[in-house]
Structure formats: C-alpha cells, structure tokens
C-alpha cells in the first residue's frame, strides 16, 4: 500500500501497523528519508543499534552475495523481540532494485520470519522501479514516498526544534529564516540547531529580524528568493548570478522554479486584492511579502496585472515538469525562464 499523505504517515509513523512486515522509505530528499526510517526503527526494535537485534545491509552486500537479504530474512533475533533487516540502496542499478523487490515480495507473502520488518531505503525512485510497484501492491507492505519539504514545513519544524530547546522566532524573523533554508530536511535541521547555538538553548530567547541580520550574513544576497525577485524587477543580470550562487550551494532548478512560483504567487494575490478594492500596501502585506523587500515589490505589483501573470503561469509549470524529468538540465531551464521573465519585465517598464 502507499502512505502519501503527511497524516497517514505520521500515524503509521507513531504506531506502526502489525500487520506491516516490509517498509519501502524513498525519496529525492534523503534526509526525510533517514529520519523516517530511524523512526520506525526505533519503533520496531527495543534496540535498533544493536547487531543482535538488527542486520544492516548496504547495496554492496547485496551486489556481492544475493542471497544475504534472504538470510538474515530467515534469521531470527537472538535476544528474542522483533528482527530488524535494514537495507540500504545508495545506487539505482536495475539490479539491486529487482533483487530487494524479490525479497520483499517473499517476505510480504509470508516466506520468511514472520516476526522479521524489513525496511528498506532508497533514492528518488521512478514508477519503472520494480521495487516501488512490490511494496505498492502488497497489503502486507508499506510504500513512503519522501518530497522536498515545502514552506508551511520548515516553518513547523523551525517551532518544533526552537521550542524544544525553549526558543522561538518573532513571526517576522522566521519568515526570513524559513525562506533561507534549504529543502534538504538533514541540512535544513543542521542550520536549525545552528541557530539554537547562537540565540542560546534554553535561554527562552524569542529572535527577530535584527538577531537574524548577523547569523545569516551575507547569505540573503545568494539566496533564490532574491533572485526570483531580480528577475520579477526586470534585473537580468543580479538574476543569474543569484542563481549562479544557489548553484554553488546546491540549489537545483526545481528549487529555483518553485522560488519563481512563490514569487508570482504573492504578486497575483495582490493584484487580486486590488481588483477587489484593496489599497496596493495592504494588498501586499496581505499577500506575505516581507517587510524589507515591500518598496521593491510595490514598483513590481505596479507594472505586473492579473492578466501577465496569468499568460505566466503554464510556463512556470511546464518548467516546473522539465526540471524533474530524469537528465534534464534543469538549472539551465531554470535560467532560460528567468531570462522570459526578466524581459517582461522590461517591456513592462520594470
């Protein structure tokens, strides 16, 4: 079965089904990947680190010997409990993919121990992926499927691991925060607990915009929600070489996209609001825009109507869906629609 949606997955996640003897967690983001993954073994086994308890098997152990995942399947805990069986797929050779389809496959239709999960992780799977298709249409199996995380997601888990160590951000403040990090969850938790260190953990500190200024330094200039709005502005050149730099720190064209998409978003929901009678500052802060970046986003929601950004739109999503397909080059369609953009821009006056 596949567990797509985030409250399917956070219940299965806190108590896990019985029933459920093999976990396929996969993903183009590995960090949500592993915190998964971890969570249920954790939930599976009374002690997940230990190799009583556990087998851990990489994708070179089962290149070299096929049948281990089988063997250690069969095996039993030697301290009783629950057997853990933990396979690991860092490569996408169709082989290792259809050998770990096999063995779940055998273990869901009961084959092996029945007290045994088997709980694989793996990379951004396609639906050719024999593996996805065995864990998706077996009952006794579960399928997680792990996407990039999205604003509204780093927002909650900024509140959840600030507030854990008695810290919080001022509304303003974690706007900023949020829009500065990036979407891989491991690095994203990386620069979280960074920013706990500099505000002081458990000291009950609330940050805003000013005790942001210093911790992110020159970081903001780099970053794709500038350069969506360069392009936006008419700003060719403070565009790509925005892009240029989020290149540099592993952003990808997906990222530079969905950047674009936020950033027409917030200019149609302002039109909107003005064509139903809304002043164009209140419009905009209705709209989410930040403080610091209003007077340029004021110029822009002047020259930019309902109708541009609309005409806009499907070429964002078809970019969207280019970016994705597998060997595209994606930060070069990412820059070839900021280069359209910042050319309606300037024949829109910008």
Same mark, same amino acid.
């Given at each position: 079965m596949i567990l797509? +949606? &985030? !409250?399917?997955?956070?219940?299965?996640?806190?108590? !896990?089904?019985?029933?459920?003897?093999?976990?396929?967690?996969?993903?183009?983001?590995l960090g949500v990947v592993r915190e998964r993954a971890q969570a249920l073994a954790e939930k599976a086994s009374e002690r997940p680190d230990d190799p009583f308890d556990v087998a851990r098997i990489s994708d070179g152990d089962l290149e070299s010997d096929p049948a281990l995942i089988a063997?250690?399947?069969?095996?039993?805990?030697l301290m009783g409990g629950r057997r853990?069986?933990?396979l690991r797929l860092s490569s996408e050779k169709a082989q290792l993919d259809r050998l770990a389809a096999s063995a779940l496959e055998r273990h869901a239709a009961g084959e092996f121990n029945p007290e045994a999960l088997l709980l694989i992780e793996a990379g951004?799977?396609?639906?050719?992926?024999?593996?996805?298709?065995?864990?998706?249409?077996? !009952?006794?199996?579960?399928?997680?499927?792990?996407?990039?995380?999205?604003?509204?997601?780093?927002? +909650?888990?900024?509140?959840?691991? #600030?507030?854990?160590? &008695?810290?919080?951000?001022t509304a303003e403040a974690l706007d900023l925060f949020v829009r500065r990090l990036p979407h891989e969850r491991g690095v994203a938790r990386r620069e979280i607990e960074r920013l706990a260190l500099y505000l002081g953990p458990g000291s009950g500190r609330v940050g805003d915009v000013e005790d942001l200024a210093e911790f992110l330094g020159s970081e903001p200039e780099a970053s794709l929600a500038d350069a969506a709005q360069d392009a936006f502005g008419g700003r060719l050149a403070a565009a790509q070489a925005g892009l240029r730099r989020a290149a540099a720190e592993g952003e990808g064209g997906p990222s530079a996209v969905r950047a674009l998409g936020v950033h027409l978003g917030r200019l149609r929901r302002t039109a909107a609001l003005r064509r139903s009678g809304a002043e164009l500052a209140e419009a905009a802060k209705a709209a989410g825009v930040f403080w610091k970046n209003e007077r340029e986003f004021l110029r822009q929601a002047r020259a930019w109507d309902l109708e541009?950004?609309?005409? #806009?739109? !499907?070429e964002l999503l078809a970019?969207? &869906?280019a970016c994705k397909q597998a060997g595209a080059p994606d930060r070069l369609i990412a820059e070839r629609l900021v280069l359209g953009i910042a050319a309606r821009a300037r024949r829109l006056g910008l």
């Open positions: 797509g +949606r &985030r !409250p399917d997955v956070e219940r299965f996640l806190a108590r !896990p089904d019985p029933k459920i003897n093999a976990v396929l967690v996969y993903g183009r983001d063997d250690e399947l069969a095996a039993y805990s853990l069986v933990r951004n799977l396609g639906r050719e992926s024999a593996l996805r298709r065995a864990a998706e249409k077996s !009952p006794a199996a579960a399928a997680i499927p792990c996407y990039e995380d999205e604003t509204g997601d780093l927002a +909650r888990l900024t509140r959840e691991a #600030l507030g854990a160590d &008695r810290l919080g951000l541009e950004l609309d005409q #806009l739109q !499907p970019a969207d &869906r």
